[in-house]
């Protein structure tokens, strides 16, 4: 028998050591799943080790995320997001207006 907490879930996954300083506690994380298609969870980076693997030069990271309605569940294949920045904004022209 395995014991697993339902809420909140805790994920953990890899990230490259490039991305490190991209990446801060607290920071908002938003989950999905095939599963429960069209469903979103939210959390956030909980922690970051400090450690980077030798061999593949990621860092572990863990993201806590709430799920008071148990709709998530451990074991279950998550894709996710991290916002590591705020909206920009963009002005497009045609190339000819440059030139």
Partial sequence: MTL??????????YAPQKSLGK???????????DAFAGERFT???SSIDPKVDPATRNIQVRAT?????????PHVRHGGSIATGGPQRFITLPQTSVS
Avoid: H, W
């Fill in 4 to 13: 697993q907490a339902l809420d909140p879930v805790y994920v953990d996954f």
């Fill in 23 to 33: 990446i801060a506690l607290k920071q908002r994380m938003v989950l999905e799943t």
């Fill in 43 to 45: 959390g956030e980076i």
């Fill in 65 to 73: 995320v709430r799920n008071p309605k148990r709709a998530s569940c």
